[in-house]
């Protein structure tokens, strides 16, 4: 290479250009729709200075409260009940020699990655439609069970990926030391995988909380979620104040997954 | 020894019994609200449907896969192709297939940009990627109206600079989801682009310079090799939800500007056509099924040439 010292081998033309042009196209809309929901007129076109007044009617707004509590609700019953489920499966599908059954369940807790949303929608409309005229009831069950289900993939990757990095000789020593198996997973097992199941909490609670398609389908009279409220809002008129919601939520979104990351990172 | 033998089995199925009580909890979990349901539906493809919706009961017919491809008129029971829906599916497919393309075209520089980066910028650059890719699906096609609608900064940008002196009616077009959906799922190309252009051996490059290759040729017949698994499944991460997309066309789109997922809505709404709208979701499951099949198949290819 001293023939041609300058030479870059890295070096594509072009490449760095259409790299930050990317970055631009992904950070330009999330940018706009901040930016209008600090805007003071009544509408998103024209700029009227900066005000957080859409922010305050927002919050007042009794439809958006009652949602932001249902999406809370929902997001932490779901995200709680996929933890355990996927904690459990997860215990159940790792450090394992290989037995009949387990690539099954590999694609069956995997299986609410591979279906379009708008299919699982389409399914649980019918079943879950039915059931509500047998039974009569028509609460958010439904919608935390249907949550529930496609949050065990996301809650039980981060969890196995841990167990999978665990070392199994501390909880041998416990069991040589005749601590019973439940013992040895409570002191020993539990705080070793604490990290992989927050951040499997984590992903579940955010994948619920993000959740359109589903929830539109699933949902009965008068249950909107944040996200089911802003797709009706979005559809009639729109004033900042759905800017004012969605700028709320990205900030919730971000500061989840940064703090993800970070938990991610020191596992690490 | 055969009865050391005999409690070591034993004592091995108890053990696997005990992981399959573990895992139930979360099996049957997916079982009654994922999994079933697709049985009920499969089986609601071949119903007869409603007159106010749902099916009638026990009654079976093949009219809804029927109506995917074909209609009968109503006077003269000829049969023709069903346009509507035909042109629907054929929408969605060949704006999955560009979007993807277009993913791929930015998402392959931009993956290259960040594998090049110092290895302590890398993670920074890695983490403005993700941070879009967590970001409400919703909002982000909202956000992408605000920047495409004719009072939008794209249209006053251009009118700004002279380019154009009446606004671009994008928004309700087919370049409105187009945009959408290449602005949704760029991280998903990024991403697995990346994983594979992290791990390229550099000394390749290099070899290929010092044999007087030009950059094109580096590109086209090193680099591009090499990270082929990653150009795939980026592919297939992109293609597969755009092919199911909803909330974007929905969103974007408007009410003329359907794709299939808009159009399996329609069959349980206003439609109310439940084993049409069945049948059109479970060829979209099969579709994907393809494209998944696809994908497992050249990754265990490729994982035998290079394990």
């Known amino acids: 290479m001293a023939s041609r010292p300058h030479f870059d081998i890295r ?22 729709l901040v930016a209008y929901a600090f805007n003071a007129s009544d509408s998103v076109t024209v700029w009227g200075g900066l005000s957080l007044r859409w922010f305050v009617e927002a919050s007042r707004n009794a439809a958006v409260q009652d949602a932001a509590w249902r999406s809370f609700v929902i997001a932490t019953s779901a995200a709680t009940v996929a933890t355990i489920a996927a904690t459990m499966a997860a215990i159940a599908t790792t450090r394992t020699p ?25 399914a649980l409309l019918i079943v879950f439609s039915r059931i509500k005229v047998w039974t009569g009831y028509s609460g958010l069950g439904y919608l935390i069970l249907a949550h529930t289900a496609f949050c065990i993939p996301f809650a039980y990757l981060p969890i196995r990926a841990r167990l999978e990095s665990m070392d199994s000789s501390l909880e041998r020593a416990a069991a040589d030391l005749y601590a019973t198996p439940w013992r040895a997973f409570r002191r020993v097992t539990l705080p070793l995988l604490r990290p992989g199941i927050i951040a499997g909490f984590m992903l579940a609670f955010v ?62 | ?172 077009t087919d370049w409105a989801i187009l945009f959408g959906m290449v602005y949704v799922y760029l991280p998903l190309m990024v991403l697995p682009l990346y994983a594979s252009m992290e791990k390229l051996d550099f000394r390749l490059v290099e070899a290929g310079y010092d044999l007087y290759a030009s ?14 698994p990653g150009i795939v499944a980026g592919s297939i991460l992109v293609f597969i939800p755009s092919l199911g997309a909803y909330v974007i066309p929905r969103v974007l789109g408007g009410g003329k500007n359907l794709m299939l997922g808009n159009l399996i809505e329609l069959q349980f709404g206003a439609g109310r056509n439940w084993p049409l709208g069945a049948a059109l979701s479970i060829a979209l499951m099969a579709i994907v099924m393809v494209a998944l099949l696809f994908y497992v198949r050249n990754a265990a290819r490729s994982g035998a040439q290079h394990g």
């Open chain 2, 1 to 172: 020894m055969a009865s050391a033998g005999e409690t070591a089995r034993q004592a091995e199925r108890k053990q696997i019994r005990g992981r399959w009580l573990l895992s139930a909890p979360a099996l049957v979990i997916i079982f009654v609200a994922a999994i079933g349901p697709l049985f009920v539906m499969l089986a609601y493809s071949f119903m007869v449907k409603g007159d106010y919706g749902d099916v009638k009961p026990g009654q079976y017919s093949l009219d809804g896969w029927f109506s995917v491809f074909f209609q009968r008129d109503i006077f003269d029971d000829t049969v023709t192709f069903a346009d509507a829906h035909l042109s629907i599916i054929w929408r969605s497919l060949r704006l999955s297939v560009i979007t993807t393309l277009a993913t791929l075209v930015l998402g392959f520089p931009t993956a290259y940009f960040i594998a090049t980066r110092p290895r302590h910028t890398r993670e920074v650059w890695v983490f403005l990627v993700t941070i879009p890719f967590w970001t409400n699906l919703l909002i982000r096609a909202f956000a992408m109206q605000q920047v495409i609608r004719n009072e939008g900064i794209l249209n006053s940008l251009l009118r700004a600079t002279g380019i154009i002196d009446q606004p671009l009616q994008i928004m309700y």
């Open chain 1, 207 to 268: 994948i619920s909380l993000d959740d359109v398609v589903i929830t539109e389908f699933v949902k009965s009279g008068g249950q909107d979620t944040l996200p089911t409220y802003m797709l009706g809002q979005i559809r009639r008129e729109v004033t900042p104040e759905v800017n004012a919601i969605a700028t709320a939520f990205l900030a919730l979104s971000v500061l989840l997954v940064t703090v993800f990351f970070v938990i991610n990172r020191k596992k690490a």
């Open chain 1, 11 to 32: 070096r594509q033309p072009g490449f760095v250009a259409i790299a930050l042009f990317t970055f631009a196209v992904l950070y330009l809309p999330i940018a706009t």
């Open chain 2, 215 to 228: 950059r094109l040729a580096v590109l086209r017949r090193i680099i591009i090799p090499l990270v082929k």
């Open chain 1, 98 to 122: 290989p037995y009949r059954g387990l690539g099954f369940k590999y694609a069956f807790i995997n299986q609410p990655l591979m279906v379009p949303e708008i299919v699982t929608a389409v």
